[in-house]
């Protein structure tokens, strides 16, 4: 199975990417989670993405698509993956198009107010990326991560003003995925406003 996790910031496509891949034995190949180690490293990508990152902005679709494209050549895809955060613009979907075969979108459905909420108390492991939530998933000790004991940090681009600026990226540049991918019939929706149990349900019901 071949499928892409679509749908806004804090929508909690990483969450459930990581759960389902884990129980599907698939990787969760995160565009998000490779920028963000290229910055934690100081690599050369690292430091072309860390501004566009804080600002909330799109790393250019030639390098996005790169990175990729280079990540799909591993053998570990051999049984699917789950995309996460990518595509995001229609020039990133085409660009896929031209060399895999995608199976199932899953649209992950959800309010404004919900993903400022969300991200606004997010918080995430500094070794580990497990993610958590002060008030819907708290750790069980405060700062520190239950499965591996790192530490936990606010993003740099879960400011107020950074999720603002995700969202209207989102709206512009990449809702317009919802409608490129139902008219090839691959999109499902799921609501995502209540619990990753709730969402790994309705994914799983999809996936079969
Ligand atoms: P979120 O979904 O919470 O906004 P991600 O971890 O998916 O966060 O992405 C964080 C940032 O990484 C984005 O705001 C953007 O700057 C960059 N990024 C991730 N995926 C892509 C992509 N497919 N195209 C362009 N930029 C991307």
Known sequence: MNLIFLGAPGAGKGTLATQLGKEYEIPQISTGDIFRSAVKEGSELGRKVQGIMEKGELVPDALTV???????????????YILDGFPRTIAQADALAAFQKIDMVINFKISDDVVIRRLSGRRVCRSCGAIYHVENMPPKVEGKCDKCGGELYTRDDDTIESIKNRLRVYKEQTEPLIAYY????????IDSATSPEHSLAQIKSLVK
Do not use: A, F, I, Y
């Open 66 to 80: 790169e990175l990729v494209k280079e990540r799909l050549t591993l053998q570990d895809v051999q049984n699917g």
């Open 182 to 189: 139902s008219g090839e019939g691959l999109l499902r929706d």
